[in-house]
């Protein structure tokens, strides 16, 4: 049994009970995206505009980002993702969540670049905008892992409540869009509890078309900023590293989200010794069972 099972297993007895979930696979869900366009009627002076942002090629596969495919690890990965995509946005569908946040146990599992690789899966649907939000404020690093600077800095419209339309940028696609930052504050745990982090969640949802909204949260064991927004979202998407996320951290970190809806276990096996794309999950929809996806 791994990690993830031996950590679900013991967590499982105070988890919400998740929505029956069926399989669907990539071929109708590319063909259901084929046929749908992104459409809502959305104020004019409500809609968010992005600009435009061109990404740090060398930096992107530098860093695993999965921009497209380029050799057989790469569609691996990209596989994998797709995979995680269609199930999530399916738990999505039927339990009509919308802002779904991305955290991990401890330090350096890989919930950063989990965010940004499923943010790019969603989007390659252009069913509807997908929105990440890194509001991991301790140590930003979607833009740095992207080599992208943002217009403004998200933690400033946190600490102000102004320009929030010029908070985001379009990357990779034209329905993904990013806001961050890229200098830590301190002071994180009190703007994520503030009204204007729910503000922000609306400023979105009134800007964009059909957001599924990702946040990039702190590791659980390391501050209280994912207790803080937890309750503020749908779900939480739980990210562990094999060989690095011990299964009592993991264990630990989820019976500390027990209260609140578990999208899923992301089971990430990148490591040194690996190849750079070799990835893997396990994905736990809260069904009875071994808590495996496949």
Same mark, same amino acid.
């Given at each position: 049994?791994?990690i993830v099972e031996?950590?679900?297993?013991?967590?499982?007895?105070?988890?919400?009970?998740?929505?029956?979930?069926?399989?669907?696979?990539?071929?109708?869900?590319?063909?259901?995206?084929?046929?749908?366009?992104?459409?809502?009627?959305?104020?004019?002076?409500?809609?968010?505009?992005?600009?435009?942002?061109?990404?740090?090629?060398?930096?992107?596969?530098?860093?695993?980002?999965?921009?497209?495919?380029?050799?057989?690890?790469?569609?691996?990965?990209?596989?994998?993702?797709?995979? %995680?995509?269609?199930?999530?946005?399916?738990?999505?569908?039927?339990?009509?969540?919308?802002?779904?946040?991305?955290?991990?146990?401890?330090?350096?599992?890989? =919930?950063?670049?989990?965010?940004?690789?499923?943010?790019?899966?969603?989007?390659?649907?252009?069913?509807?905008?997908?929105?990440?939000?890194?509001?991991?404020?301790?140590?930003?690093?979607?833009?740095?892992?992207?080599?992208?600077?943002?217009?403004?800095?998200?933690?400033?419209?946190?600490?102000?409540?102004?320009?929030?339309?010029?908070?985001?940028?379009?990357?990779?696609?034209?329905?993904?869009?990013?806001?961050?930052?890229?200098?830590?504050?301190?002071?994180?745990?009190?703007?994520?509890?503030?009204?204007?982090?729910?503000?922000?969640?609306? %400023?979105?949802?009134?800007?964009?078309?059909?957001?599924?909204?990702?946040?990039?949260?702190?590791?659980?064991?390391?501050?209280?900023?994912?207790?803080l927004v937890a309750? =503020?979202?749908?779900?939480?998407?739980?990210?562990?590293?094999?060989?690095?996320?011990?299964?009592?951290?993991?264990? =630990?970190?989820?019976?500390?989200?027990?209260?609140?809806?578990?999208?899923?276990?992301?089971?990430?096996?990148?490591?040194?010794?690996?190849?750079?794309?070799?990835?893997?999950?396990?994905?736990?929809?809260?069904?009875?069972?071994?808590?495996?996806?496949?």
């Amino acid at each position: 049994m791994s990690i993830v099972e031996n950590a679900i297993e013991k967590s499982r007895g105070n988890q919400r009970n998740g929505q029956p979930s069926r399989r669907v696979t990539d071929a109708a869900a590319e063909r259901n995206a084929g046929r749908t366009k992104i459409a809502a009627a959305i104020d004019p002076n409500l809609r968010i505009r992005a600009v435009p942002a061109s990404l740090d090629l060398d930096l992107c596969r530098e860093r695993r980002v999965l921009l497209q495919r380029t050799d057989d690890n790469d569609g691996a990965a990209i596989a994998a993702y797709r995979m %995680l995509r269609t199930r999530l946005l399916h738990r999505a569908h039927i339990s009509k969540w919308t802002t779904i946040a991305v955290t991990s146990a401890g330090p350096n599992d890989g =919930k950063t670049l989990t965010a940004i690789n499923l943010a790019l899966s969603m989007a390659r649907e252009k069913s509807r905008e997908i929105v990440l939000l890194d509001l991991d404020m301790r140590n930003p690093s979607i833009f740095r892992t992207l080599g992208v600077n943002p217009p403004r800095e998200l933690r400033q419209y946190l600490e102000q409540g102004t320009h929030g339309n010029e908070l985001f940028v379009s990357v990779y696609s034209d329905n993904l869009m990013v806001a961050g930052s890229v200098v830590a504050t301190e002071h994180a745990s009190e703007l994520l509890a503030s009204p204007r982090f729910d503000e922000l969640i609306a %400023l979105v949802r009134q800007g964009a078309a059909e957001p599924i909204i990702l946040i990039d949260l702190p590791p659980v064991l390391l501050t209280d900023d994912a207790l803080l927004v937890a309750p =503020k979202v749908d779900a939480v998407l739980v990210v562990a590293s094999d060989g690095l996320t011990s299964q009592a951290d993991l264990g =630990k970190a989820l019976d500390m989200l027990k209260e609140f809806p578990i999208a899923g276990v992301v089971l990430n096996r990148v490591s040194e010794t690996m190849p750079a794309y070799d990835y893997g999950y396990d994905y736990h929809d809260g069904k009875r069972g071994n808590g495996r996806g496949d």
